[in-house]
């Protein structure tokens, strides 16, 4: 079992910049890949970045250059960190992890203003 949290949603302007956390527990030592989804409203949930245990990183091409995703793994947390963001960006953003089964985080709403 693992459980997710995730934290640091927010609303803001287009051009601004918001960080979200993901903390992980239960089962942690068996993850390997950790990353964030979002779901906009009337859209299917997508892929928005993930990182490995040891840091490599995948990005989709509507986010790269603008985030960028990390790990400190003796906290077991993920982080995102979005610059220049878009009101394209707006959604609920969900921490993600698989370990035999996916996990998936609460959710957190991100709200970007033109």
């Known amino acids: 079992q693992v459980q997710l949290v995730e934290s640091g949603g927010g609303l803001v302007q287009a051009g601004g910049s918001l960080r979200l956390s993901c903390a992980a527990s239960?089962?942690?030592?068996?993850?390997?890949?950790m990353g964030w989804y979002r779901q906009a409203p009337g859209k299917q949930r997508e892929l928005v970045a993930t990182?490995?245990?040891?840091?490599?990183?995948n990005y989709a091409d509507s986010v790269k250059g603008r985030f960028t995703i990390s790990r400190d793994n003796a906290k077991n947390t993920v982080y995102l960190q979005m610059n220049s963001l878009e009101p394209e960006d707006t959604a609920v953003y969900y921490c993600?992890?698989?370990?035999?089964?996916?996990?998936w985080g609460q959710g957190t709403q991100v709200t970007v203003s033109s």
């Open positions: 990182i490995t245990s040891g840091g490599t990183t």
């Open positions: 993600h992890t698989r370990v035999g089964f996916n996990y």
């Open positions: 239960g089962t942690i030592f068996r993850i390997i890949v």
